[in-house]
């Protein structure tokens, strides 16, 4: 099958490789927010499509028989875009959603807050100890007002740092022995992360677990309607070659 997979993640990347063994044809979309993603690849494709009209018009364009979208689970807008070009083309369409941490062990230790605002009004009340942000580097405009922060992102596109404010940039996945290391370092009083779930990033959570480290954790947006889902490669897998087996 034409497969158009959504993609932006490690989840991405190993369903790319998952489908193509399976002997799908894979495009493999990208939004090109980091110098890594913008270099795209062999079968990727880089930037935006246009909102719904433009993705529509990719899909018949390109005679897409089925969309994966296996973007984050914070990147509410493209999912809502597929959903909506998936349903106006015919197209069938399946969300790779990776397990939310909602579930995970020290859960029930955690502040669960709605959104970046609630967030920041959260952690203002935890006093003016260091904060670690996670939440990658979009929201952090709304973090402005808190003066004593380390900020961890994939790139750092350059631009002031704000006074007060330290940038690491790092990629995934990251160790229980190195997340230690960086909290202890680093002084860190509070944790402020978003419910991304899997086990990429999930050291964090064990390591301020065991520093006693307090964490406020930003859940996740609702997902559209619309998409089947499915948790694994094997699933996404399966579902493809089931719609091959439906009527059209
Ligand atoms: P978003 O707010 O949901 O999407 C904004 C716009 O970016 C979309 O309307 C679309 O532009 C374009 N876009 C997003 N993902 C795309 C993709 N895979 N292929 C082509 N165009 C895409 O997305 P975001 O939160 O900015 O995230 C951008 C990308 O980074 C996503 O692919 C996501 O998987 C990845 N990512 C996001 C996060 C996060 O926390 N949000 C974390 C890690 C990785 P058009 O309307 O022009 O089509």
Known sequence: MRVLLLGGTADGRELAVALRAAGHEVTESLAGRT?????????????????????????????????????????????????????????RLVRFVRASWQNHPHAAEWT????????????????????????????????????????????????????????????????????????????????VCKDSGGHHTDAKLDAAHLLGTPVIMIGRPAPPGGAERADSAAAVVAWLNNATDLPG
């Not at 631009?159 to 960086?182: C, D, K, M, N, S």
């Open 35 to 91: 110098a890594v993603a913008r270099l795209g690849g062999p079968g990727a494709r880089v930037g935006g499509f246009g909102g719904v009209p433009g993705l529509a018009e990719y899909l018949e364009e390109f005679g897409v028989d089925a969309v994966v979208d296996a973007t984050h689970p914070f990147a509410a807008q493209i999912s809502s875009n597929a959903a909506a070009a998936c349903a106006i083309t015919g197209t």
């Open 112 to 191: 669960w807050v709605p959104d970046h605002a609630t967030a920041v009004t959260s952690a203002a009340g935890h006093g003016s100890g260091r904060v670690l942000l996670s939440v990658g580097r979009q929201p952090l405009p709304a973090y402005l007002g808190l003066p004593n922060v380390v900020a961890r992102v994939a790139e750092w596109p350059g631009g002031q740092v704000p006074a007060g404010w330290r940038i690491i940039e790092a990629r995934g996945p990251f160790t229980l022995a190195g997340e230690l290391g960086l909290i202890r370092r680093e002084g860190i009083a509070l944790l």
